[in-house]
């Protein structure tokens, strides 16, 4: 099959006016005919369903949580990116495509993302009137701050909860069309596989997790919004319930995987602290507006700092090597996460770690500077001139307070230290997955009637995503684009009626569901789960982690397929497939998590360049930066399922053209 | 500076098969638990130990490990979310704990918020009251007017904030003696109260989410304010008294 991204022509800046324009639409009164599943109530989802629910189409939800409200997107902390230009420091709708496409690595399409630029607008505008309370300056005005990779402040925030707000804010607009009965909502309930009846996505299979019973449900359409699949690692910034299970099923039915490899590695995450970890935690970004991030310059104080015989705070200020100001003076501290993750790698790799564990992993993000100067501020509005450095203290440290109070105490909990006294400890963890399912213009995924949304798709974000542009993508993809485009491909549906679910092909999937969960509960090996979970995690992070090269990828691809072959001869699966049983849960995601991740390692084996979140140690130029190579390269890595083993996938490429930006060498110094 | 150490606890953890069984109290020993390790991942630790000796892990809820999501629950030791305050049971650490602690693990015990499986309950109760009016019926149409159009003063948006800060938990309910939903209604209530984007169908609103959460089987106030003491969130008991007013105010209208 040919890859047709159905990019309109035109002008960028009126090629989705334009396209909608000319985009079929279904009736009012012929809406309530048509059925449409959407798994996943995070962002995407939730905004998705209760836009679909209100044109009046029938709509059934599916969430594995207990409720909407806790998907995911609810963690997202630092903000959301509009091209508002409130702050009247030259952003604009261009501005915000472009520093997406360059932070992206050139590897996005420009026709997608300019229109996630020029819908940003609409977001803000659609959660405001939704009650979203956005943070507010003193004239009552929505307050802005600035992410990595820009250079203007066009990020709105709600303290450090924004994703909280924004997915509440979907949540009730969702929960407004349940009452309404305009959107039927399956809460614990998982999908486990897609359901094709004429070469169409026609359903869909889901068990039910507290019954354990298998259902089968019909739509004219299928959408997924399941999220990313960052915890192929185990460890990772990711709810431990986030799975790839309805992207991979839909992927083995036939939708094309694109760029698996591409994963974000968040520059500031707590770091690990022993074995016993179940996950990471992120530190917003929005803290690298304030804070400066460190280690020491002399080697012999980085190992007294690990052996615990000094402390940051006994550092003097010029044996300190702030290395993202030293390296990327432009940018300083707010270069792209992919720039700062490896920058903090390279310096622990050097031997200056600070975490006195045995990782020996970490870098410092230092508030103390920012305290002094709010501090000073503050005095001054105040009225106080010549304040003392004791009220200076002070005063910084409520506005740091006021500004990341929320932050500041979650870290407080998880490590016991006070980040106001002492600076935080910070590494690099698994974040985001850039790549995910196909899709074309519409969100269309190879699969005729299958959509996929949100993180769960690779399309906007190119080979590094840039701060506070997920909760974009999710609101932008589910209020904004799919209504349109979905209804262009539902016009044609108007008489097919009500689809049986007794057809055989839904009665094929459902036995292919059985037999996996009955192949499960009968290894009655002797390791669980979670052992195959965190084995899989570990070649993961070592071989197609923050960095990779050849030698280590072919190693990871045959090591994962081992790996697989013993989950199925070794595992155990307690209880039975008849009632709420988590570790079978577990399991059916774990098994679609090794063959994902062997295909990730056959994805950055066949990428011979280094770009955004892909870095092959063998690409790079003499400072370390990524070497990309737009010559061989510039494309979108597709591959087709053609059996388990992933070597056995086969390799489509989407070209890239830019028609509206020149490509540039990524540079942030 | 963390210091990190390893302790042995005891554990008396409730275990019930599902809805229609009836629970029990089951002892078990849990060594080298580190005391950097969050309470979860020590559950995590004893499922583990019962999977190996080919034992029913424990069943409990749990999602972002982030304290954001409001999935986690748990009564510990006789309070929601446990000993610490202002957190919710994935950010409670062991090293609140000392070697050799006993330690009672028990589902939220509510009226409205039935047992499923072992810790885990059903607190869809939450959503359908939310369903009946926790919104603003705005289109998602996105052909609003330009945000900056409303300005809200600081201090409201900041109150709203505080409110909408509520996670959904059940905290609140799990701890009241009389099993209130009232803090988390009335924050919804207040959210939507305190913006003028809510305001228009304020009296709806409160009339109806407040039936609604009357029918799931919620008690009432008397104002013991255990609700405020263990929210992880540090819901406020003024989110209950405007929602008050703001009933009797859509009574009086």
């Known amino acids: 099959m040919k890859l047709d991204s159905k990019i309109p022509a035109g002008h960028i800046s009126t090629k989705w006016t334009d396209y909608k324009d000319h985009l079929k639409l279904v009736a009012p009164n012929n809406r309530g005919k048509i059925d449409v599943i959407i798994v996943g109530t995070g962002l995407a989802g939730a905004s998705a369903a209760a836009s679909l629910g209100e044109m009046g189409y029938s709509v059934k939800a599916f969430c594995y949580q207990d409720s909407p409200r806790r998907a995911h997107s609810i963690a997202a902390q630092g903000g959301i990116n509009a091209a508002k230009n409130y702050q009247n420091d030259g952003d604009s709708i261009y501005r915000l495509f472009y520093d997406t496409i360059k932070g992206g690595d050139y590897r996005a399409r420009e026709a997608n993302v300019h229109r996630l630029a020029e819908v940003s607008v609409n977001i803000i505008d659609q959660c405001v009137a939704q009650g979203v309370p956005f943070a507010r300056d003193y004239g009552g005005l929505l307050d802005n701050r600035s992410f990595g990779g820009t250079q203007v402040q066009r990020t709105f925030y709600a303290a450090g909860q924004t994703g909280q707000q924004l997915l509440l804010g979907a949540y009730s607009a969702l929960s407004r069309q349940i009452g309404l009965g305009h959107v039927k909502m399956y809460n614990r309930h998982e999908m486990l596989d897609l359901v094709k009846v004429d070469g169409k996505a026609r359903g869909i299979i889901a068990r039910n997790l507290i019954t354990g019973d298998l259902e089968r449900h019909s739509a004219h359409a299928v959408v997924i919004a399941t999220g990313g699949y960052g915890n192929v690692y185990f460890l990772s910034t990711n709810a431990m319930g986030s799975n790839v299970t309805a992207a991979w099923k839909v992927h083995k039915k036939g939708a094309y995987f694109a760029n698996p490899c591409y994963v974000q590695i968040h520059p500031t995450c707590i770091p690990i602290h022993g074995t016993n970890q179940s996950k990471l935690t992120l530190m917003s970004e929005s803290l690298r507006n304030s804070g400066r991030i460190w280690v020491p ?32 003076p432009a940018f300083g501290n707010l270069v792209p996460r992919d720039v700062a993750s490896r920058a903090a790698k390279e310096r622990c790799d050097a031997g200056f770690g600070i975490e006195n564990n045995a990782t020996g992993e970490g870098v410092y993000l230092d508030f103390s500077t920012e305290i002094e100067k709010k501090g000073k501020e503050m005095a001054y509005i105040q009225g106080d001139h010549n304040p003392s450095k004791e009220t200076v203290i002070k ?219 892909h870095f092959r140690e063998e690409y790079q130029d003499a400072e370390g930066e990524t070497l990309r190579d737009d010559e061989n390269f510039k494309f979108v890595g597709a591959w087709e399922y053609k059996g388990p083993e992933a070597t056995q996938a086969v390799l489509h490429k989407e070209e890239l053209v830019y028609e509206f930006i020149t490509i540039a060498a990524r540079n942030y110094k | ?119 885990m309950v059903d607190r869809s109760s939450f959503d359908r009251i939310q369903q009946a009016g926790g919104f603003v019926s705005v289109n998602t149409s996105g052909n609003t007017q330009d945000a900056n159009n409303i300005p809200v003063p600081k201090h409201d948006a900041d109150r709203a904030f505080e409110a909408a800060a509520c996670i959904g938990c059940g905290a609140c ?81």
């Open chain 2, 1 to 119: 500076m963390a210091s990190s150490k390893n302790i042995n606890i005891n554990l008396k953890v409730w275990r019930q098969k599902n809805a229609k069984t009836q629970g029990a109290m089951e002892t078990y020993s849990l060594a080298d638990v580190s005391t950097d390790s969050s309470f979860l991942e020590m559950l995590d630790q004893l499922n583990e130990q019962l999977i190996g000796e080919k034992k029913e892990p424990v069943a409990f809820d749990h999602d972002c490990r982030e304290g954001i999501c409001g999935m986690c629950s748990l009564f510990i030791n006789g309070q929601a979310h446990g000993p610490e305050m202002g957190v919710t049971t994935c950010q409670l650490h062991m090293r609140k704990f000392k070697d050799g602690d006993t330690i009672y693990v028990e589902p939220f015990r509510s009226k409205a918020f039935p047992v499923i499986k072992d810790l």
């Open chain 1, 395 to 613: 005063l910084g440290k409520q506005w740091i307070e006021e500004k990341y109070g929320n932050l500041f105490t979650m870290y407080e909990k998880i490590t016991d230290e006070n980040p106001y006294e002492t600076p935080m400890k910070i590494y690099p963890a698994v974040h985001y997955t850039m790549g995910g399912v196909w899709v074309d213009y519409n969100l269309e995924s190879t699969i005729p009637g299958c959509f996929v949304t949100g993180e769960a798709n690779f399309s906007d974000h190119g080979a590094n995503r840039l701060g506070a542009s997920a909760l974009m993508q999710g609101l932008a993809d589910g209020y904004f684009v799919l209504p349109y485009t979905i209804s262009d491909y539902l016009a044609d549906d108007i008489r097919t009626g009500h689809i049986s679910t007794d057809l055989p092909e839904f009665v094929e999937a459902e036995n292919d569901v059985k037999g996996l969960i009955d192949r499960l509960l009968e290894v009655k090996g002797s390791k669980s789960v979670d052992q195959f979970h965190k084995e899989l995690g570990l070649i993961m992070w070592n071989k197609v982690g923050m960095a990779r090269n050849e030698q280590g990828l072919k190693e990871a691809i045959v090591e994962i397929a081992a790996l697989r072959e013993e989950f199925y001869n070794n595992v155990y699966v307690p209880g039975t497939a008849h009632e709420l049983n988590t570790e079978l849960e577990k399991a059916l995601r774990v098994a679609d998590f090794m063959e994902l991740g062997q295909l990730m390692a056959v994805d950055a084996l066949q990428r011979k360049e280094s770009c955004g979140g």
């Open chain 1, 297 to 328: 310059k002399k080697i012999e104080d980085a190992e007294a700092i690990r052996a615990g015989k000094l402390k940051p705070t006994q550092i003097a200020e010029e044996d300190r090597d702030y290395y993202l100001e030293r390296r990327y």
């Open chain 2, 173 to 253: 309910v799990a701890t009241c003696k009389n099993g209130s939903a009232m803090l988390f209604v009335g924050a919804k209530v207040s959210q939507y109260a305190l913006l003028p984007q809510g305001k228009i169908e304020a009296a709806t609103r409160v009339q109806n989410m407040v039936r609604q959460m009357d029918e799931e089987g919620f008690g009432n106030c008397t104002n013991t304010g255990a609700c405020e003491i263990e929210c992880p969130k540090g819901i406020s008991l003024e989110n209950i008294a405007r929602m008050n007013r703001e009933y009797l105010k859509a009574t009086l209208e």
